[in-house]
């Protein structure tokens, strides 16, 4: 079988939907590589800082690997504008709607919501509300996500940083999109990770 015979899902057979299913299974093993070049599309998006959004991204997740933050944060960290091409109205949720099956629900919480968060730093520049992110304030994640957006987000516009390339991250990424989606012991709800491990920092400097 090379096509489905049916034009409407409701004729479908049971073989049709066994030949579709094994098809599926094998496109998300290459959800990694279809992000990394995503990336690679970022240099393409929104202009205007003194870095491309490939270099903010590259610069967030090198701060979170520099930091000695674990695999998911780090992935997080890389990702975490993924949606600015596509979505730019709601690339936070874009970007965790993409992560929340493959890591912990505490670094996809800080994802979705690190939008919010980063009114903080300019919204009474343009007429937002820079408390927007108060409304958060009975999640047990929120703390994190403070800390997300101030060491690795806002901070993330420099030049002049020594970023780690996009290939350095590329086998964490692959890790991440191998796991099984929404294995409760990956996704771990209510657990909290520091963001920071001192022990693991020293080792990566």
Sequence with gaps: MEKVAF??????????????????????????????????????SLSGYKVTRLGHS?????R??????????VVSALLHDIGDIYAPYNHDEYAATILRPFVREQCAWCVQTHGDFQ??????????????????????????????????DQASFDPDYDDLPLKFFAPMVEEVFARTPYDPDVTKAGVRVPLENAALAAERQ
Excluded at 10 to 21: A, N, P, R, S, V
Excluded at 66 to 71: L, W
Aim: some cysteine.
């Design 7 to 44: 034009t409407q899902m409701k004729d479908g057979t049971k073989e049709e939907y066994e030949f579709l299913t094994a098809h599926e299974i094998d496109h998300t093993k290459h959800t990694a590589k279809r992000l990394m070049d995503a990336l690679v599309d970022l240099d393409q």
């Design 58 to 62: 590259l610069q967030s997740a090198t």
């Design 119 to 152: 009114m903080l730093y300019y919204g009474h520049h343009v007429g937002g509300d820079p408390n927007k992110r108060d409304r958060f304030k009975g999640s047990p994640y929120f703390d994190d996500c403070a800390a997300f957006c101030e060491n690795w």
């Design 64 to 73: 979170a690997w520099r930091a000695g933050a674990d695999i998911d944060w």
